[in-house]
T-cell receptor, first 116, second 110 residues
Framework: GAVVSQHPSWVICKSGTSVKIECRSLDFQATTMFWYRQFPKQSLMLMATSNEGSKATYEQGVEKDKFLINHASLTLSTLTVTSAHPEDSSFYIC????????????FGPGTRLTVL | ELKVEQNPLFLSMQEGKNYTIYCNYSTTSDRLYWYRQDPGKSLESLFVLLSNGAVKQEGRLMASLDTKARLSTLHITAAVHDLSATYFCATRHGGNQFYFGTGTSLTVIP
């Protein structure tokens, strides 16, 4: 089946630093990947849609200069949280869309970010 | 405005009992998903419902879809402790974007 990995699983950083999270589709090509954020005991909120080779599309209220997304290849998208602050602490989940599986989305295991 | 609402938000039930979780959505969707999430983990896919009247069952869970009412249900039969988790429904629009429901946190008490 389609597998999506994320790295790292868990990261703690100091306020003001930048953190990069990777999302990889391991056994399929993903022209589109999605980034979600989930605060404790809340639902998933779509942050942005990442298309290979083009600029990401951000949802309303998501700062594109703060959450930099790069979809450099058909199997890798990265989310960089720049100048992170404690309020950016959250669970970040990516998903990848598989053309081979009728455009279904497959979710990564998530990355827990804690900003001190 | 597109909304996906679940009811109830929190549910505590005894083992062996039955219950139904409801998912209402405001805009026509091309498919409806149910996911399970354990604490600290990502989403586990449970069901994908494609058309009106679709019904799928896996173990003690059964999901159904009524596209005319814009309603999906997740029915739990004879609950067991292992079913304790948070359950999300999600709709897909335009073949691309997912919109998640508010989630239902289920606790099954022995």
């Amino acid at each position: 089946g389609a597998v999506v990995s994320q790295h790292p699983s868990w990261v703690i950083c100091k306020s003001g630093t930048s953190v990069k999270i990777e999302c990889r589709s391991l056994d399929f090509q993903a022209t589109t990947m999605f980034w979600y954020r989930q605060f404790p005991k809340q639902s998933l909120m779509l942050m942005a849609t990442s298309n290979e080779g083009s600029k990401a599309t951000y949802e309303q209220g998501v700062e594109k200069d703060k959450f930099l997304i790069n979809h450099a290849s058909l199997t890798l998208s990265t989310l960089t949280v720049t100048s992170a602050h404690p309020e950016d602490s959250s669970f970040y989940i990516c998903s990848a869309r598989s053309r081979e599986s009728h455009n279904e989305q497959f979710f990564g295991p998530g990355t827990r970010l804690t900003v001190l | 405005e597109l909304k996906v609402e679940q009811n109830p938000l929190f549910l505590s039930m005894q083992e062996g009992k039955n219950y139904t979780i409801y998912c209402n959505y405001s805009t026509t969707s091309d498919r409806l998903y149910w996911y399970r999430q354990d604490p600290g983990k990502s989403l586990e896919s449970l069901f994908v419902l494609l058309s009106n009247g679709a019904v799928k069952q896996e173990g003690r869970l059964m999901a159904s879809l009524d596209t005319k009412a814009r309603l999906s249900t997740l029915h739990i039969t004879a609950a067991v402790h292992d079913l304790s988790a948070t359950y999300f429904c999600a709709t897909r629009h335009g073949g691309n974007q997912f919109y998640f429901g508010t989630g239902t946190s289920l606790t099954v008490i022995p």
